[in-house]
């Protein structure tokens, strides 16, 4: 191992030398940092372009950009959507440091051309593939359900992302579990994206700056799941004025406030949220609820134009009563400490302080006990970017986290409980990580972006550890051809300086563009991607109840190979876009769990786990109309996803007879058709269809009597599949005053969930009639049509 890490350094090392000698000696550098000219906030993803050279750069995390030119005279294009491009000429004779604010174009996104030719040209170019950015504005077009902007909803509309199901919270990427999806929220770890079990997502999108998803091709900065990353920034928060904004609807409200702390130096963003329909109940005899709350805070301060001082953080709850004898609360909160560190016009710099907290508990009065467990890390990162050249930019940097898995604490309720007070032993983890990433442009058609990423995952000790006869927490019943619980035979106490399981990984990344001309190009991509945290799981959608835990000698680390090939155009002046890419996954270690499978307070679920293997693959095209009065996109995915878990003996017949079989998340087909249409200067008619193949579940396929009762006899694990799902959404936005720049601005949004009433099937049960003794089937549908309403404001 030692040698092989060795070879891929000196390898990288040879490359950065060798491109390093490349870079002319008569070279001057422009750099800086553009802004929103309104609010002074830094702006991710701007398009710096000289036209001379045809050279180009985006701004950074933090708005930073920097471009290497040989003295002379250029022509500079900014161009970013939703704003006004810029062009002027400078004179380059020595580095200097150029800011630019933007300005904000306050017309319609469907109306306004915002992103020049040599932008569009830039990002045909570019080696990056199967990433999906969205705007704010995007989002805040798209009609959802019960009125409310939702950061999550609006993924699902992207090629190779599907919903876990009705109602369900979660969402799977290329035929992906929930949990392999790396979720972050100012590069925090946000453990659960949903409200209200999927009504809503936890993202407020008035707080939200920059949304980036990663579905393959992923630079090698990040780490630790194996689908997808959801990168999210919060808004810094208005450097020049106070700020309110907010809506209040018919199930929830949201208010935010943002200003100066130091004109032009510092800002402060405070953003709340919260659901009140079951303020209305309590009004009934209905003694359930359930509601949400949640809280966005930022603060950002400019101690001199090379240091910036950040801190961020969220907190949320949700809460579900019903009739007092069921509740359960669960939340995420993340608090985050940066700094960064401009230390040339060449070199920079974040470091990043982060913890993660999130806390699910159930209480269950008629049984006398209240459950509660989590997940807690702290997370130190150094991160690096280098602009060495035009052609050549090198990011590194390092992290490490700290985890602490609680899997279970019980408390009786009552004087007459059954139960006793109980502490399942706690896990503990430290996950550090290396990376160095180069992106280069090798010649005027071909860009490379090639990266390597160091792992290791150590489960740390104070644990008492079950042992088992030949190292088998599952044993296979040759008798009853089943997969049962193995007895442990003793255990093993580990102190907390001692090391229970040590892994290690590298984590190679490519991706490599050719452009056939400024609107055509190819681009291919491989990653390999480690996981070390599993959430422990036997329902088709994650749930508060689920666990999560790390990796040990029976839940082995999932290791995952990407490889993805795409064609990208644009054509008809830009008027529209169209991408298309095939991907292929396959993973070692993907959990599976024997039948009968029980979770809750499982003090050894290693004896209910299983590893296998997974693959996945599929196509997916995205078609947008970019301009016009009618802008919006069709996407489509044909894929499978499926998994196996063989006998590990030539006598046990695994899961499925030990063939492959529909993951929970394999969905055949994927249709959305999204759309913006300017009726007039006032009025703005979106809406949204939906198609999918039902979800993978297990039917029945016979029946045996038992004292006079029929019993259902279910066939192999997801050979059926729910009635295909869909649904069309509508909205429409009124601006009674479109033209009114200050003091008080007010819109309307009127829309309507699922108009044709589809009773989509959430889960199909089967059940004996009472009356007629005969087995039914019995369809939840969870969403009809829902009408709804809300009014937003800014001043």
Not at 131 to 142: A, F, G, P, Y
Request: glycine share 8%; proline share 3%; net charge positive.
């Amino acid at each position: 191992m030692k040698n092989k890490i060795s070879i891929e350094f000196k390898l990288l090392l040879l490359l950065f030398l060798c491109s390093s000698a490349l870079i002319a000696q008569e070279r001057v550098t422009i750099s800086g940092v553009i802004t929103d000219q309104a609010s002074s906030e830094s702006l991710i993803g701007v398009s710096v372009f000289i036209k001379e050279i045809n050279s180009e750069t985006v701004t950074n995390e933090y708005g930073f950009y920097s471009l290497t030119v040989p003295k002379g005279k250029y022509t500079i294009k900014i161009g970013y959507l939703g704003y006004l491009s810029q062009e002027n000429i400078i004179d380059i004779k020595a580095s200097i440091k150029k800011d630019y604010s933007l300005l904000a174009s306050h017309q319609s996104l469907a109306e306004v051309v915002v992103i020049s030719g040599e932008n569009n040209i830039a990002e045909i170019r570019r080696p990056e593939m199967s990433v999906n950015k969205l705007s704010v504005r995007e989002i805040k077009q798209m009609p959802v359900v019960l009125g409310e902007v939702d950061v999550i909803k609006s993924i699902l509309q992207l090629p190779g992302v599907t919903n876990a199901g009705e109602g369900q919270s979660g969402f799977n990427v290329r035929g992906g579990s929930a949990d392999q999806n790396l979720i972050l929220l100012d590069e925090a770890t946000i453990y659960n994206s949903s409200h209200l079990f999927g009504f809503f997502s936890v993202f407020n999108a008035d707080a939200i700056n920059d949304i980036k998803l990663y579905k393959g091709g992923v630079p090698a900065r990040f780490g630790g799941r194996l689908s997808s990353v959801l990168d999210i920034y919060q808004k810094e928060g208005n450097k020049n004025d106070l700020k309110f904004s907010g809506g209040t609807g018919l199930i929830s409200s949201r208010l935010m406030a943002e200003g100066p702390i130091d004109k032009g130096k510092g800002s402060f963003l405070l953003a709340g949220r919260s659901s009140y329909a079951h303020l209305f109940l309590k009004l009934t005899d209905i003694q359930s609820s359930a509601y949400f709350y949640d809280l966005n805070t930022k603060v950002s301060y400019k101690i001199n134009p090379k240091n910036n001082l950040y801190l961020s953080g969220y907190f949320g709850r949700d809460a579900f009563n019903l009739n007092k004898d069921f509740i359960n609360t669960y939340g995420n909160s993340v608090l985050n400490v940066r700094w960064n560190k401009l230390f040339s016009d060449k070199l920079f710099s974040n470091l990043s302080v982060i913890y993660s907290d999130y806390y699910y508990g159930l209480e269950i009065g008629f049984a006398g006990f209240k459950w509660s467990s989590g997940i807690q890390n702290l997370n130190l990162k150094y991160d690096f970017k280098h602009y060495l050249s035009n052609n050549l930019k090198l990011t590194y940097g390092l992290n490490g986290q700290y985890y602490d898995f609680n899997p279970g604490t019980i408390n009786p309720i009552g004087i007459n409980s059954q139960f006793n007070k109980d502490q399942l032993a706690r896990k503990y983890a430290f996950e550090p990580a290396i990376y160095l990433d180069l992106e280069q442009n090798v010649s005027k058609k071909l860009a490379i972006n090639y990266g390597l990423r160091y792992s290791e995952f150590c489960r740390i000790g104070q644990q008492e550890v079950f042992t088992y006869a030949n190292n088998q927490a599952v044993i296979f019943n040759n008798d009853l051809k089943i997969y049962e619980k193995a007895i442990p035979t003793g255990t093993k106490n580990y102190k907390r300086s001692e090391v229970i399981d040590d892994f290690k990984n590298l984590e190679p990344r490519v991706a490599i563009s050719y452009a056939i001309d400024d609107n055509h190009s190819l681009k291919t991509s491989y990653n390999r991607m480690s996981q070390y945290l599993h959430l422990l799981t036997n329902t088709q959608s994650p749930t508060p109840l689920d666990i999560w835990a790390p990796s040990d000698k029976f839940l082995k680390p999932q290791i995952l190979d990407q490889f993805a090939v795409g064609y990208f155009q644009n054509f008809k002046e830009d008027v529209y876009s169209l991408e298309i890419e095939s991907y292929y996954k396959k993973i070692k270690n993907k959990l599976d769990y024997i039948d009968g499978t029980d979770l809750i307070a499982n003090k050894a679920v290693e004896q209910v786990v299983l590893n296998g293997i997974g693959r996945s693959y599929g196509l997916e095209l995205i078609l947008r109309k970019n301009t016009g009065r009618l802008t919006g996109w069709l996407s489509y995915t044909l894929s499978r996803s499926e998994q196996r878990t063989p006998g590990r003996t030539a006598s046990e017949t695994g899961i499925n007879n030990g063939e492959w079989y529909k993951s929970a998340a394999d969905k055949l087909h994927n249709i959305s058709i999204t759309t913006s249409y300017k009726w007039n200067e006032k009025w703005r008619i979106g809406s949204i269809f939906s198609l999918q193949s039902g979800q993978p579940i297990t039917y029945p396929q016979s029946k045996y009597q038992y004292q006079g009762i029929d019993i259902p006899n279910y066939g192999l694990r997801n050979q059926n599949n729910l009635p295909i799902y869909h649904h069309l959404d509508v909205s429409g936005t009124y601006t009674p005053k479109p033209k009114k720049q200050k003091s008080w601005q007010g819109e309307w949004v009127f829309s309507i969930y699922n108009i044709y009433n589809r009773q989509n099937a959430s889960t199909i049960s089967f059940a004996q009639n009472q009356e007629t003794g005969k087995n039914e089937a019995k369809r939840l549908s969870i969403f009809g049509a829902v009408p709804s309403f809300t009014y937003n404001f800014k001043f």
